[in-house]
């Protein structure tokens, strides 16, 4: 399993001050679904941060997306180890498959696989 990239889920209240203040550190604007914006470094496209007011699809924010190239077979892993699964593997609308699990510590990581 190869990880593609690794990136802080933030819930914010202030969606546009929060977009205007990782703007001043340099990041810019890759993807905006109004409800969560994707922000990354212009030169390394992997650094990234994620912005969300609330997940729509999911009953969980995420604390962390993790972007692998096999999600079916990383969510059989998981499934296996026991670890508790807060988000079913699905097809997102917006072209990702992805599925939520809670990590030893209680938060929740998004993983997800383009398609």
Do not use: K
């Not at 810019?28 to 990354?40: D, I, P, Q």
């Not at 992805?98 to 030893?104: C, G, L, Q």
């Amino acid at each position: 399993m190869s990880i593609r990239r690794a990136v802080p889920d933030i819930t914010t209240e202030a969606m546009d001050e929060s977009r205007a203040f990782y703007r001043r550190l340099g990041f810019t604007e890759v993807m905006n679904l109004g409800w969560v914006v994707t922000l990354a470094s212009p030169d390394n496209p992997t650094a990234q941060v994620i912005l969300m007011t609330r997940d729509e699809t999911a009953p969980a924010q995420p604390d962390m997306s993790v972007e692998v190239d096999d999600v079916d077979a990383v969510y059989a892993d998981v499934l296996a180890s026991g670890a508790e699964v807060v988000h079913a593997l699905r097809d997102e609308p917006w072209g990702v498959r992805r599925f939520f699990v809670r990590d030893p510590n209680g938060r929740v990581v998004n993983v997800v696989g383009h398609r």
